[in-house]
């Protein structure tokens, strides 16, 4: 039971590490990809190698050992990379994502195939030797040592604050020391104000130039412990005056966590007594220019001590920022739960609402005033922390892109706008696949080769644009290429030749584009490399559906393409139309509603039977809706339609009454009723009523088929 | 061996033009060559543009020459010409002086004020 117990901890513990792996490996992925552009910013490889470095440990620390031994390596090279004793070359780049796709597919198949894997691992750890030839081959037998090490140090203490006084003996430099590595030493441990003493530094006549006089006061903030501080000294501690102190934590209370103020600094640092900083402080003048003037302390040490106050208050600031961004993990179906609760909420605050407007009292309607703004603050809260920018995702492409230019030969740079556009999670991960096949399509078929290109007088490196931006209560996703274009004659030949269109059919544009989404519609002459992935412009169609966005293709030809997605910004949420018909209540999703229009009696019996409505001059289709849901009883004097644009054609929805907008929480319907058609799902009302909303696209299909097959009698 | 030219500008104006490494196997020189340069006339500049790199010991003879010169009521400058090494070794060995915390009636050595605060 409890060998049981502790084995499910450490899966715990093992999970937690893959999940932090996965986010570490996206982070490397995108710096490695930066990299590649700006091949010597200090800060990318800071950061792929701290990227690289944390994966070693903390794989090390969950027992993923293999990885941490492999990742070690990569880490040795970046190391370099880091001290610019190696350049980050492409070559280097591509073995590191070779790498890092080695790491990834190691945490996901913890049982290791110790063959397989080993020999890629070999194989990947070989073509990185081959760039630093001589270097990594000493640093190897070391790993081991140097893990041991790692365990040894106690890195996870805390960050502290240290002064450390530092006189060097007078004949440190016959020593062979120089006190400037030292110092360089010290810088590598953390934060640090390095200020040197010159007041023992006599005149020249009496100088002896072999002999060091400067001191230094150093301020350091770093987490490695006293020790490795001590042990940058190790060699001079003996002759030097040396003395480190770690400066108390500034969290005492009473304090306030301000930084502390000069005098107090001095008299902690036994520049100064007590007393006279008491008696100095009611002159009430800057404190550090009187006790100058007073002979109390000399300029320097009140400048050192300044230098001490600024560091503090600047580490402060830093851990105070670094608070500030603290984020905590948590699943995702606690969150969704978390929604679901707040929707019922939603619900019984409207039920509370309407009850107390037919009951008059004043009290009760205040406190339900109340809760209606707390639910309003509350849904808003619950619906942001479901959202995520849509950067991660686009990120995941610049890789995409940049391996399919190799398999196809074209140059195509990623351009991005607005990653900081915020989706709801479920959303931004249902969006992934069909994005990835719409820029396989644009690379594929859009993106014309070089040669082409220029002869095009274009740039010989196409150019891929993602953006995203918000639009009401939706997010815009236009996928933009500067390719060749649709070619509108290609797809109606391919369209009729696959016999999804008749010959004689006069189509718009907009309906041949619309063509591609299609189920089994690819005017590509050759299956490449890249469509095999099984999801067609069909799929990416139905999965757009399926959000209740809306896609739309636009193109010139030689200029390229614009792909843009209409996709709402959250599932859980949305704006609607309540409708009545009977005794029923449904709702119409607003985003698709053009307008409402009235249908009397006498105009309905106009059209002989036919439902067909005149709309300011034109015909407009509609369905009587009564009709389709089997709703008996009398048809009131004078219909609504409530007109939808259903694929780009206007359709109405005859209904008896309209009564308004609302914003409803949806709810799925059980599984028994999961396939009716034309029905998406279900809300609640303030009332306690069920209303359905309807799945406008389905019910204007259906329509569609029926007159069709009317027509045919 | 190094050259250090001492250079007269007018009858009370001299410059010294240092070289090669000022580090601490010439220092013993180029304290001969500062002092001798401090004995003429009443302003010293010294030139840095030449030299190759700069150590501890080297700052603290410039150190030294700057209190020497303040005692003896000289001005003592340094070329506005500064290499980048003598900047680094500035900023390695913790002599670099920010404007916050440098109070005014400081016994430093005498460039802090001249341009480090520029």
């Given at each position: 039971m409890g060998k049981q117990m502790k084995e499910n901890y450490a899966e715990t513990m093992k999970a937690a590490f893959r999940e932090e792996a996965h986010e570490l490996l996206a982070e490397l992925e995108t710096a490695l990809l930066e990299l590649e552009i700006n091949s010597t910013d200090q800060e990318l490889i800071g950061r792929v190698f701290r990227a690289l470095h944390t994966i070693k440990g903390s794989g090390a620390m969950f027992g993923f050992e293999k990885i941490s031994e492999f990742t070690h390596e990569v880490e040795t090279v970046f190391d370099q990379v880091r001290e610019g004793a190696l350049p980050a070359s492409k070559e280097l780049i591509d073995i590191t994502l070779l790498?890092?796709?080695?790491?990834?597919?190691?945490?996901?198949?913890?049982?290791?195939?110790?063959?397989?894997?080993?020999?890629?691992?070999?194989?990947?750890?070989?073509l990185l030797k081959k760039l630093t030839s001589v270097d990594s081959t000493e640093t190897t037998p070391e790993a081991p040592q140097a893990e041991a090490e790692k365990a040894d140090q106690p890195s996870q203490e805390v960050e502290k604050n240290y002064r450390i006084r530092f006189r060097p003996a007078p004949?440190?430099?016959?020593?062979?020391?120089n006190p400037i590595l030292l110092l360089d030493e010290v810088r590598q441990l953390g934060e640090c104000h390095i200020l040197s003493h010159t007041s023992s530094i006599p005149e020249l006549k009496s100088l002896d130039p072999e002999k060091c006089y400067t001191g230094w006061d150093i301020l350091l903030t770093t987490n490695k412990g006293i020790n490795s501080i001590k042990d940058v000294f190790i060699f001079v501690e003996d002759d030097s005056e040396l003395n480190i102190e770690a400066i108390e934590d500034e969290e005492k209370p009473g304090t306030d966590n301000e930084p502390k103020k000069l005098g107090e600094i001095l008299v902690e640092r036994g520049d100064l007594a007590p007393k006279k900083l008491d008696q100095i402080l009611e002159e009430k003048k800057p404190i550090g220019k009187i006790l100058v003037d007073a002979g109390l302390v000399t300029t320097e040490k009140v400048e050192s001590a300044l230098v001490?106050?600024?560091?503090?208050?600047?580490?402060?600031?830093?851990?105070?920022?670094?608070?500030?961004?603290?984020?905590?993990?948590?699943?995702?179906?606690?969150?969704?739960?978390?929604?679901?609760?707040?929707?019922?909420?939603?619900?019984?605050?409207?039920?509370l609402s309407q009850t107390t407007s037919k009951v008059e009292n004043a009290v009760l309607l205040a406190i339900s005033e109340e809760v209606e703004h707390l639910t309003a603050e509350l849904r808003e809260t619950a619906m942001s922390m479901r959202m995520l920018?849509?950067?991660?995702?686009?990120?995941?492409?610049?890789?995409?892109?940049?391996?399919?230019?190799?398999?196809?030969?074209?140059?195509?740079?990623?351009?991005?706008?607005?990653?900081g556009t915020e989706l709801d999670k479920t959303v931004?991960?249902?969006?992934?696949?069909?994005?990835?096949?719409?820029?396989?399509?644009?690379?594929?078929?859009?993106i014309e080769m070089p040669a082409e290109r220029k002869k095009l007088g274009k740039d010989p490196t196409g150019t891929i644009h993602l953006r995203a931006a918000h639009s009401g209560a939706y997010v815009l996703i236009e996928i933009i290429d500067d390719g060749g274009g649709l070619n509108r004659e290609k797809i109606l030949a391919k369209a009729v030749e696959k016999g999804l269109?008749?010959?004689?059919?006069?189509?718009?544009?907009?309906?041949?584009?619309?063509?591609?989404?299609?189920?089994?519609?690819?005017?590509?002459?050759?299956?490449?490399?890249?469509?095999?992935?099984?999801?067609?412009?069909?799929?990416?169609?139905?999965?757009?559906?399926?959000?209740?966005?809306?896609?739309?293709?636009?193109?010139?030809?030689?200029?390229?393409?614009?792909?843009?997605?209409?996709?709402?910004l959250t599932l859980a949420i949305i704006e609607g139309l309540l409708v009545q018909l009977g005794g029923d209540f449904f709702v119409i999703p607003l985003s698709s509603i053009e307008e409402c229009v009235e249908l009397s009696r006498e105009d309905a019996a106009s059209s002989h039977g036919r439902h067909l409505a005149k709309v300011r001059g034109s015909l407009l289709p509609y369905i009587p809706l009564r009709q389709m849901f089997n709703i008996g009883g009398e048809v009131p004097e004078i219909q609504h339609i409530v007109v939808v644009s259903a694929d780009g054609r206007k359709v109405g929805f005859l209904v008896d009454e309209v009564i308004g907008q609302l914003q409803t929480v949806i709810k799925s319907l059980g599984k028994a009723y999961r396939n009716i058609?034309?029905?998406?799902?279900?809300?609640?009302?303030?009332?306690?009523?069920?209303?359905?909303?309807?799945?406008?696209?389905?019910l204007a299909k259906k329509a569609e088929i029926e007159e069709k097959a009317s027509v045919q009698q | 061996m190094s050259e250090y030219k001492l250079e007269s500008i007018d009858k009370n104006s001299f410059s010294l033009h240092l070289s090669g490494q000022i580090d601490i196997i010439h220092a013993e020189s180029i304290k001969d060559s500062l002092?001798?340069?401090?004995?003429?006339?009443?302003?010293?500049?010294?030139?840095?543009?030449?030299?190759?790199?700069?150590?501890?010991?080297?700052?603290?003879?410039?150190?030294?020459?700057?209190?020497?010169?303040?005692?003896?009521?000289?001005?003592?400058?340094?070329?506005?010409?500064?290499?980048?090494?003598?900047?680094?070794?500035?900023?390695?060995?913790?002599f670099f002086r920010d404007k916050k915390n440098t109070s005014e009636k400081t016994d430093e050595c005498f460039w802090l004020s001249e341009w480090v605060n520029r």
């Open positions: 790498a890092r796709d080695q790491i990834f597919a190691m945490l996901d198949s913890p049982e290791e195939d110790a063959t397989t894997t080993g020999l890629k691992n070999i194989e990947i750890i070989t004949d440190i430099f016959l020593h062979g020391t001490e106050q600024r560091h503090i208050k600047e580490t402060q600031e830093k851990r105070q920022s670094a608070e500030q961004a603290t984020s905590i993990r948590v699943a995702s179906d606690k969150l969704d739960s978390l929604v679901n609760l707040v929707g019922e909420m939603v619900t019984v605050q409207a039920r920018p849509i950067g991660t995702t686009f990120n995941k492409f610049r890789r995409l892109i940049r391996d399919l230019s190799g398999k196809l030969g074209k140059e195509v740079t990623l351009t991005t706008e607005g990653a931004i991960e249902r969006l992934n696949d069909p994005m990835i096949h719409l820029i396989r399509n644009c690379m594929d078929h859009g269109v008749s010959r004689e059919a006069e189509l718009s544009d907009k309906e041949i584009y619309n063509l591609l989404f299609m189920p089994g519609f690819s005017t590509a002459e050759k299956v490449t490399g890249l469509s095999g992935r099984g999801v067609g412009m069909d799929v990416v169609k139905r999965t757009i559906d399926a959000l209740s966005g809306n896609i739309e293709i636009n193109t010139i030809k030689d200029k390229g393409t614009t792909i843009t997605l209409k996709i709402p058609e034309g029905i998406s799902g279900a809300t609640i009302l303030g009332d306690g009523n069920v209303a359905l909303i309807l799945d406008v696209l389905k | 002092l001798s340069a401090l004995k003429e006339g009443k302003n010293l500049v010294i030139d840095l543009e030449k030299i190759e790199g700069i150590d501890l010991a080297g700052l603290q003879l410039l150190c030294a020459a700057g209190k020497t010169a303040k005692a003896a009521k000289k001005k003592l400058t340094l070329n506005k010409k500064i290499p980048q090494c003598f900047t680094n070794t500035l900023l390695e060995s913790g």
